[in-house]
C-alpha cells in the first residue's frame, strides 16, 4: 500500500520562500515519477514539478521555472519543492503524487498518476 505525506506549507508574504516535503511509503515498484500539483477551489489541478527517480530528470511548468526546484533525497524517501520569490498566484492546495509507469506523464494530465497525498496548503499574502 503506496502512502505519501505532504508537510512543509504555510502563510508567507510575496517574494518569500517554502520548502515542501513529500515523504513516500509501500512503494513496490523501483522507479516512480514523483509529481508536485496545486488546485484553487473552482479551478482545475495544475502540475507544477515532477522528477523521475530512475534518472533524475526533472519538469517544470512554466509558470515556476526558475522560481521552484524539484528534487529527492533517496537515502530518507523525501521529494522537496524549494518555492522561491513566491507569489499571491502561487496561493493553492499542493499535492504529492506519484506514478509507477516507467516515465513521467505530462503535467497537465494528473489522471494518469495512480497515489495522491493529502495536501498542504500553501497562502501567499502581498
Known amino acids: 500500500q503506496v502512502r505519501l505525506v505532504e508537510s512543509g506549507g504555510g502563510s508567507v508574504q510575496a517574494g518569500g520562500s517554502l520548502r515542501l516535503s513529500c515523504a513516500y511509503f509501500?512503494?513496490?515498484?523501483?522507479?516512480?515519477?514523483m509529481t508536485w500539483f496545486r488546485q484553487v477551489p473552482g479551478k482545475e489541478r495544475e502540475g507544477v514539478a515532477a522528477i523521475f527517480t530512475g534518472g533524475g530528470s526533472t519538469y517544470y511548468a512554466d509558470s515556476v521555472k526558475g522560481r521552484f526546484t524539484i528534487s529527492e533525497d533517496s537515502a530518507k524517501n523525501i521529494i522537496y519543492l524549494q518555492m522561491n520569490s513566491l507569489k499571491p498566484e502561487d496561493t493553492a492546495m499542493y499535492y504529492c503524487?506519484?506514478?509507477?509507469?516507467?516515465?513521467?506523464?505530462?503535467?497537465?494530465?494528473?489522471?494518469?498518476?495512480?497515489?495522491w497525498g493529502q495536501g498542504t496548503q500553501v497562502t501567499v499574502s502581498s
Open positions: 503524487a506519484a506514478d509507477g509507469s516507467g516515465n513521467c506523464p505530462p503535467l497537465s494530465a494528473p489522471e494518469r498518476y495512480n497515489y
Open positions: 509501500g512503494y513496490t515498484y523501483s522507479y516512480y515519477c
